[in-house]
């Protein structure tokens, strides 16, 4: 027969074994978008990113570049605060650049409401975006622009300045970990062998 304290240990085990599994499982879409820049987009005079802190602060001044840099914009809302990967890749040639703000977004007013931006995602020239951002409840406006600038000449305008996109911001689990559950019940078990050590001193006395 398995002793009682062995299977409480191992309930309390499995349990928290299972809850995380369940945890670690991959994060939900809370939206996805797709679509190119160049014409007929508009153009901005963009934020240049400091890539050192994933985006923090979210400038390092205005960019140049002949023919300023088209943009789209992609609006989403954040009903729970947590940890969200914001993740925009290139299906071209495009080097892409995002500037996420925090409320609304005004082209000609690039610092107002700024939150973070990046231009390389883990070093890549095809994508950009964040790992995991933590972010409160709102309306957030992802500014999806390029690197390079168009350039003088829009009909040939700058590699990597024009193409298509897909993109994602996901909500990021949770990691629960076993080893407090372990811990409970490794101490149940101490405490019940101490009770029963006391029960036979006082039953041999």
């Known amino acids: 027969m398995i002793p009682n304290f062995l299977r409480t240990s191992a309930v309390v085990f499995v349990s928290s074994a299972a809850l995380a599994l369940s945890a670690a499982a991959p994060g939900s879409a809370l939206t996805?978008?797709?679509?190119?820049?160049?014409?007929?987009?508009?153009?901005?005079?963009?934020?240049?990113?400091?890539?050192?802190n994933d985006g923090n602060p979210a400038t390092n001044g205005l960019?140049?570049?002949?023919?300023?840099?088209?943009?789209?914009?992609?609006?989403?809302?954040?009903?729970?605060?947590?940890?969200?990967r914001i993740v925009v890749n290139s299906t071209?040639?495009?080097?892409?650049?995002?500037?996420?703000?925090?409320?609304?977004?005004?082209?000609?007013?690039?610092?107002?409401?700024?939150?973070?931006?990046?231009?390389?995602?883990?070093?890549?020239?095809?994508?950009?975006?964040?790992?995991?951002?933590?972010?409160?409840?709102?309306?957030?406006?992802?500014?999806?622009?390029?690197?390079?600038?168009?350039?003088?000449?829009?009909?040939?305008?700058?590699?990597?300045?024009?193409g298509a996109y897909t993109g994602e911001v996901t909500a990021v689990p949770f990691a629960f970990s076993p080893l407090p559950g372990l811990a409970v019940a490794w101490a149940a078990r101490g405490a019940r062998r101490r009770i029963a050590a006391k029960k036979e001193v006082l039953a041999k006395a």
């Open 32 to 52: 996805t978008f797709s679509g190119s820049l160049g014409l007929p987009d508009p153009t901005w005079v963009r934020p240049v990113p400091n890539e050192v």
């Open 63 to 84: 960019a140049g570049g002949n023919g300023g840099y088209y943009y789209d914009v992609q609006s989403f809302t954040v009903s729970n605060a947590g940890a969200y």
């Open 92 to 162: 071209s040639n495009l080097n892409p650049l995002v500037v996420l703000y925090q409320g609304a977004f005004n082209p000609n007013s690039q610092y107002t409401n700024v939150f973070r931006a990046n231009g390389s995602l883990s070093g890549s020239a095809t994508q950009a975006g964040f790992n995991s951002l933590s972010l409160t409840p709102g309306t957030y406006n992802l500014v999806i622009t390029s690197n390079p600038s168009i350039g003088a000449n829009a009909a040939l305008p700058n590699t990597g300045s024009i």
